[in-house]
């Protein structure tokens, strides 16, 4: 707006935009996981019988852990190949590992969080188990 009222646009802030938009995504994402804050069918577990709520909670640890050590390992890949080719972002100059840096940092920490709400903390797994998470 400010660059609107001088008559000269500053082309490297939309880029600056997207990139702080993307990386705290990322890692809001982590730490919604912490609280297990995202979605989920939570129906079959909360009418289901004791062994399906039982179960639910190490489903839904092992499927989000799964998912997570394969986008920590794609992520990290994408990364080390941007540092070898040296590719970097068309307005700021910056180096593109630096934006995949919150998607390697929030994989990890998705990946602690659902270790940590199922197995760590009883409150939240016992929320997981009766389906009272539903978000």
């Known amino acids: 707006m400010v660059s609107r009222f001088f008559g000269a646009s500053i082309t490297w802030t ?3 935009t997207r990139l702080v938009f993307q990386a705290m995504m990322f890692l809001g994402m982590a730490a919604g996981f912490r609280s297990a804050a995202h979605p989920r069918v ?5 009418r289901g019988p004791r062994w399906v709520r039982q179960a639910s909670a190490h489903i839904y640890a092992a499927v989000g852990i799964a998912f ?5 390992v794609m992520s990290w890949q994408l990364m080390m190949r941007q540092v070898s080719t040296g590719e970097s972002s068309p307005a700021l100059g910056l180096g593109m590992y630096v934006v995949t840096i919150p998607l390697v940092l929030s994989a990890a920490l998705a990946i602690l969080a659902h270790i940590q709400t199922v197995y760590f903390s009883k409150e939240m797994r016992r929320a997981i188990e009766e389906g009272e998470i539903t978000a």
């Not at 997570?68 to 920590?72: A, D």
């Open 68 to 72: 997570f050590v394969v986008l920590l």
């Open 42 to 46: 939570a129906l079959l577990v909360s």
């Open 14 to 16: 939309e880029e600056l």
